[in-house]
């Protein structure tokens, strides 16, 4: 992917979860996000701490982690936002997120 073509993929993404507006409201809202790549190994939050983002998984791979019940595991697939839940109720994060691969790609 070029840059350009990542941001039209995300713009994509995003619009499949905003049924009912334009391609140019969602291309405003992502005009707010920050491009954000981590690597494997790399812990986006840890369980337990304060919300404070949300983000959109572009491409690459995540692993959710219950860690302070029976260590349950998640994966989390390209498209998904993650993190609003906590931001919007001002909730701690509920799982610790781990980055599974090199150059993950996410928009916050």
Not at 44 to 67: M, N, P, R
Request: net charge negative; with cysteine; charged share 30%.
């Amino acid at each position: 992917f070029s840059i350009d073509d990542e941001k039209d993929h995300a713009i994509e993404l995003l619009f499949r979860k905003c049924p009912g507006e334009s391609r140019e409201v969602v291309e405003q809202f992502l005009s707010y996000f920050t491009r954000e790549v981590y690597n494997k190994g790399d812990v986006l939050w840890k369980q337990g701490t304060k919300s404070d983002s949300a983000k959109l998984l572009v491409s690459g791979d995540l692993i959710s982690k219950l860690e302070y019940e029976a260590e349950t595991t998640e994966t989390i697939s390209i498209g998904s936002m993650i993190g609003e839940s906590g931001l919007v109720q001002a909730m701690n994060r509920n799982s610790t997120v781990y980055v599974l691969m090199d150059n993950t790609v996410l928009y916050r």
